[in-house]
């Protein structure tokens, strides 16, 4: 048997609840539920059991003190034909420490080095035929949002269930504090 794993940062509820609160405004946007509101630290892929077990050891061996996170700005992916909404964070020291412990703990146990740069940031919604425009005029609306700043003292490893005609199903298979 094999996972669909990913490393991620849980959000508090305060701010989840506050990014729900910006859900609007874009037709054609499939807007995620509070259980798929997250930050990705490491897409993983699938592994096999053995791998993911070789995994959780690395994850568990990082050492990264915890750190403040805020979330802030807003934008897309896909330029001209825009298929996610994202809210950005500030990508700070901690972050970007932990974000590279978790692409060597993936390098470690034999997998691919990531082709893309980090880019922080908790997917909002996939749009599906949004109207440039709207994409537009959302990015421009929360251009200058800012989430209070709230601390990450842990991590965890997430499985991703795929299901046709609903959101993923995501469940923490292993948390990790952070300290050093």
């Known amino acids: 048997m094999s996972l669909r794993l990913f490393a991620a940062l849980a959000l508090p509820d305060a701010v989840a609840e506050l990014l729900l609160a910006l859900q609007k405004g874009v037709p054609g946007a499939n807007w995620r539920p509070r259980t798929n509101l997250h930050l990705t630290l490491r897409f993983f892929g699938e592994l096999t059991e053995p791998a993911a077990d070789d995994l959780d050891a690395e994850l568990g061996a990082i050492g ?21 909404l994202w809210i950005g964070a500030r990508a700070g020291e901690g972050l970007q420490q932990l974000a590279a412990a978790c692409e060597r703990a993936a390098r470690r146990v034999g997998l691919r080095p990531e082709s893309r740069k980090f880019a922080p940031h908790v997917t909002l919604a996939y749009l599906s035929g949004a109207a440039l425009d709207r994409v537009q005029a959302f990015e421009a609306r929360l251009g200058l949002f800012e989430a209070p700043p709230f601390r990450v003292e842990h991590f965890g490893l997430y499985s991703s269930f795929t299901r046709k005609s609903a959101p993923s199903l995501y469940r923490c298979e292993a948390e990790y504090a952070l300290s050093v």
């Open 64 to 84: 990264v003190s915890p750190f403040d996170l805020q979330l802030r700005g807003a934008g897309s992916f896909g330029g001209g034909d825009p298929h996610a």
